[in-house]
């Protein structure tokens, strides 16, 4: 059984830092694409960052490149998000997914994560950043 477990959001002051982990269970999380989206009250759901399986490429939202990292520990079966210099616009529900076989090359060809091309889904972890 696929599950996706999302930890590590919490409120934080502009220009302050988190990490989001997911914890992935019921597959070898190395084989597969895996993806960070989020979406914010009254909005689509945006794709931040995506991580290729075996190479370890990376793709960014061009709102978040530069201040976001995502990694993987495959020991751990988890995947990343370190999130630096915070924005209230950063405010969102963040969920990661398992991706099919194209959802990064789709990603980094299109210059936008499809969250069709994610077939299993976090319950998500809240994010503010407020003062």
């Known amino acids: 059984q696929v599950q996706l477990v999302e930890s590590g959001g919490g409120l934080v002051q502009p220009g302050g830092s988190l990490r989001l982990s997911c914890a992935a269970s019921?597959?070898?999380?190395?084989?597969?694409?895996i993806g960070w989206f989020r979406q914010a009250p009254g909005k689509e759901r945006e794709g931040v960052s995506c991580?290729?399986?075996?190479?370890?490429?990376?793709y960014y939202a061009d709102s978040v490149k530069g201040r976001f990292t995502i990694s993987r520990d495959n020991a751990k079966n988890t995947v990343y998000l370190q999130m630096n210099s915070l924005k209230p616009e950063d405010t969102a529900v963040y969920y990661c997914?398992?991706?099919?076989?194209?959802?990064?090359?789709?990603?980094?060809?299109?210059?936008?994560?499809?969250?069709?091309?994610?077939?299993?889904w976090g319950q998500g972890t809240q994010v503010t950043v407020s003062s």
């Open positions: 997914a398992q991706g099919t076989r194209n959802a990064f090359r789709a990603a980094q060809a299109r210059g936008i994560m499809d969250s069709y091309e994610y077939n299993y």
């Open positions: 019921g597959f070898t999380l190395d084989y597969y694409n």
């Open positions: 991580i290729s399986s075996r190479d370890v490429n990376t």
